[in-house]
């Protein structure tokens, strides 16, 4: 199960954690992982963004298997210093949170924080974009967990 202390799920992602606020990534937090599980991934897309693909504002691959939050701002943002290591590239291929920045009037964006513990630990010689996480992951998942947060730029 993944939450966070900053909003529901479905709820209204706030100000603070978008490209209209400050811009760090938000706090979460999870529990359900198996003992077994030797690595966790976290990954936020955002689905609704007139892209082919979703677009990525976060890959962290790698992080300790007995992790269980992630603190307000932890990974590095535009505006904030932050854990730059393990973190694969978003869509924008920097190595950073990237903070939700829908188009104005394209209506709301539903952005998916999904946490992923796996059976072993991801290895890669650069940062990975989102389809070499997804591919090292194929067949590894044992548990996930999902949080969506809203967003609309009116």
Known sequence: MLESPAFADGGDLPDRFTADGGMGSPPLTWRGA?????SLVLIVEDPDAPS??????????DLPPDLTSVDEGLFRSPHHEGLDENLGRNSFLKTAYLPPD?????GPHLYAFQ???????LDFDH????????????GHV???GVLVGA???V
């Open 151 to 153: 967003y609309e730029r």
């Open 52 to 61: 082919a693909e979703p677009l990525v504002h976060l890959l962290a691959w």
């Open 34 to 38: 198996p003992e077994d599980a030797e």
């Open 102 to 106: 829908p188009p104005t009037g394209h």
């Open 115 to 121: 946490i992923f513990a796996l059976d072993r630990k």
């Open 142 to 144: 044992l548990a996930k």
């Open 127 to 138: 940062p990975p974009g989102r389809s070499a996480v997804v591919d090292a992951m194929t």
